[in-house]
């Protein structure tokens, strides 16, 4: 016993002298900027002595960090209904505020600062204080672990105890193809990956695998898997989490029946498109018990949910908890400056940046003006920050599922090209976060599995534009004997992060944003989801046959089919059901594309399967095109404005990876590779199943089947 009270009394020791180390180091800091500020002081206007400006100092610095460790998390709690963005900006002004507060109750009465200048002074001093904190408890595990506990949006779960069985953390790294994240690793860019990973996986050299320190053998095996036709996040997150894809054609397609553009990323599609699912396959998710959605767009069936596009639409409330996750990373104001300062230090680096390729005359290239820097900062920045924050609560909380998404590496990538110096230091970042996250994982009441993923790759390549001067809707304008704009309006980017945006400040759905081209209710619907494009025709309620759209515009199949920036269509036949076109009149049935592939030969493995699914789609377009593929330098050519696409088929973009503990059971017997996201799904359940997680029946069905 005596021991036991030792052990206490050192702890107690410990924090108060942590506690008087940070003052001190605060107080100390509180001069030197009244001394460099004009608008800052510390002194009566006649003087005082250097005592009393110490004093001063001292209960100024003193008074600050008790309001930022009592009142900053109720004023957090009672901002999370306003938009996140707007948090963030508010961040600024909140520590100005409480510094100001601070000020005003210093007993000696003599300090007074500018608006402007508190606001200064309270980021340093929190940046400041939050350093000097941590250096103090670097060697101090117990330490570490109370400020890990305090990012919990609701700390530990309320009920019975934690179990003890492993639980399941899945990171997906958004857009990040499998050679990518192969030749990151080789270069040294992400070391935690490599500490995981084994050269005997035959991925990578023994020289970049590297091992963990202590000489334990590497805990990870890498390994791709294969996309549907539609490569983009909705469909295989959809796939992945809800353990469907069926009927999402694209990114965005125009729905006949309903006479409207769906959009993976737009809240209400998402919302619609997460029901069809749960609908189709009879179960509410991956995550449906004791899960956690962080970042995604679909919820995955889970309790606990932040930054979730689907539910974005629905009010706050006990069964809506989206907003709280913010909570977990803003409540300490050192994190929210910092978070902030990093926001507007990657708004600068963009600019810097984009500057720096428009005068090296750089090639390709896409306009990275406008919002786009506040966008990219956004996602590298602020998303990053407080999905990796919810996570740490929920490891900490003991959930057994976690699911989270990291966009941070698609949206660079899309503007500055998947293989980029942009990119590679995104990727950096990123296996920083994989870092804590494993780090965390020691802390927390269970052990865990962390499986690292992603939803699809990138392919690189020009936009379809810049190579030939013309869009795809002016191509298919022209094709059908319409007036072509000189001025076509161009694409919006299908980065996840502008809806995730959107969504956080609340700004209302802009349908007409995603169609393209027509005016009158007889004009084509044109719709771009990279090198993916959708030709559809809304006044025909069914969808058209090769024969209807040759009888009403006999021009158009051809001039496409034989455009060399296109590398095959798939249209619905009267004579074969459905037939894939091609340059010099190649007409192929689906039916006789193993043995006769003819333009889908370039595309490899897995190409005619992929298509003849998405052939059976109820709203699978009138016109499926698919840019041209080079699969020398993988190259394609997107309709979009990005120089970095995914969404179609070609290179690297339907080829991202699954890297997961050797302890679990392989995704496919044989070594062979997953394909679609549905298969993906059902290995993370097995997973689920053999670390005795949570078992959620497939169907209805299944469920009186095991409970008889």
């Given amino acids: 016993m ?147 506990h305090r990012l919990a949006a609701r700390g530990r779960r ?38 995981w990973l084994s050269p005997a996986d035959g991925t990578l050299p023994a020289a970049a695998a590297g091992r963990p320190a202590d000489g334990a053998p590497p805990t990870h095996v890498l390994t791709p898997w294969r996309t549907d036709w539609s490569s983009q996040t909705g469909a295989s997150q959809l796939g992945i989490l809800h353990g469907s894809t069926f009927d999402v054609p694209a990114f965005r397609w125009y729905e006949k029946d309903r006479g409207e553009v769906m959009v993976c990323n737009r809240p209400t599609s998402a919302a619609e498109l997460q029901r069809r699912a749960v609908a189709h396959t009879g179960d509410d998710g991956l995550l449906a018990v004791d899960g956690a959605s962080r970042g995604n767009l679909f919820s995955g069936g889970a309790g606990e949910q932040a930054l979730v596009l689907s539910i974005a639409i629905r009010r706050r409330g006990r069964e809506n908890r989206s907003r709280a996750g913010y909570f977990a990373y803003f409540c300490d104001p050192a994190n929210a400056v910092r978070t902030a300062l990093g926001f507007v230090a990657e708004v600068g680096r963009e600019i810097g940046e984009s500057t720096r390729a428009r005068l090296r005359r750089q ?119 319409l007036p072509v704009p000189r001025r076509a309006e161009r694409t919006r980017s299908g980065a996840e992060a502008r809806a995730t945006v959107r969504a956080a400040l609340r700004r209302p759905e802009r349908q007409k944003d995603e169609q393209h081209g027509p005016g009158r209710a007889s004009e084509p619907v044109v719709l771009a989801s990279g090198n993916l494009g959708l030709v559809s025709f809304p006044d025909v309620p069914h969808r058209m ?100 696409s995914h969404g179609g088929l070609g290179g690297a973009q339907s080829r991202p990876f699954l890297l997961f503990p050797r302890e679990l059971s392989a995704p496919a017997e044989d070594g062979a590779e997953p394909v679609g996201a549905e298969h993906v799904h059902r290995v993370l359940r097995r997973w689920l199943r053999e670390l005795d997680g949570p078992q959620v029946p497939l169907t209805a069905a299944a469920e009186e089947e095991r409970a008889a």
């Fill in 2 to 148: 005596r021991g036991v009270a030792d052990v206490r009394w050192w702890r107690t020791a410990g924090h108060i002298g942590r506690s008087i180390a940070v003052w001190a180091v605060s107080t100390a800091t509180m001069l030197v900027l009244a001394g460099l500020l004009p608008d800052f002081r510390l002194q009566s206007p006649d003087g005082d002595s250097a005592t009393r400006t110490a004093v001063t100092a001292a209960c100024g610095a003193g008074a600050f960090g008790l309001l930022s460790a009592v009142v900053w998390p109720l004023l957090v709690r009672l901002l999370l209904l306003v938009p996140a963005l707007v948090l963030g900006l508010l961040v600024f002004f909140l520590n100005g505020s409480l510094l100001l507060l601070a000020l005003y109750i210093n007993p000696s009465g003599q300090a007074e600062a500018a608006p402007e200048t508190a606001v200064i002074v309270a980021a340093v001093m929190s940046a400041v204080a939050s350093a000097t904190g941590a250096a103090l408890t670097v060697r101090d595990d117990e330490p570490y672990r109370r400020r890990l």
């Fill in 158 to 195: 309320s009920g019975p105890p934690c179990p003890t069985a492993p639980g399941l953390v899945c990171v997906q790294l958004d857009g990040v193809g499998h050679d990518v994240l192969a030749d990151a690793v080789r270069r040294g860019l992400m070391p935690t990956v490599a500490r």
């Fill in 363 to 481: 090639r390709p290239r896409v306009g990275r003006g406008g919002l786009y820097p506040f966008i990219r900062a956004f996602a590298t920045v602020v998303e990053r920050d407080v999905v990796v924050a919810a996570v740490l609560g929920d490891l900490l909380a003991g959930r057994t599922a976690v699911y989270a998404d990291l966009v941070a590496y698609d949206e660079v990538a899309h503007h500055s090209g998947p293989n980029s110096r942009d990119a590679d230091k995104v990727l950096q970042r990123l296996d920083r976060a994989l870092a804590l996250i494993a780090r965390v994982a020691e802390h927390a009441p269970r052990p865990y599995r962390i499986v690292v993923l992603s939803d699809h790759g990138q392919s690189p390549g020009e936009t379809f534009r810049a190579r030939y001067g013309l869009g795809l809707g002016d191509l298919v304008r022209a094709g059908c004997g």
């Fill in 545 to 644: 046959t090769k024969e209807e759209i040759d009888a009403r515009h006999p021009a158009l199949l051809t001039t496409l089919a034989n455009h060399p920036g296109i590398g095959f269509l798939l249209v619905r036949s009267a004579a074969h059901d459905g037939v894939v076109l091609g340059a010099d009149g190649a007409e192929i049935p689906l039916a006789r594309l193993d043995d006769e592939p003819g333009p889908l030969a370039a595309f490899g493995p897995g190409a005619a399967d992929a298509v003849r699914r998405t052939h059976s789609f109820p709203h699978t377009a009138d016109i499926m095109v698919n840019s041209a593929y080079d699969p020398a330098d993988g190259e394609v050519l997107a309709f979009e404005e990005q120089i970095g």
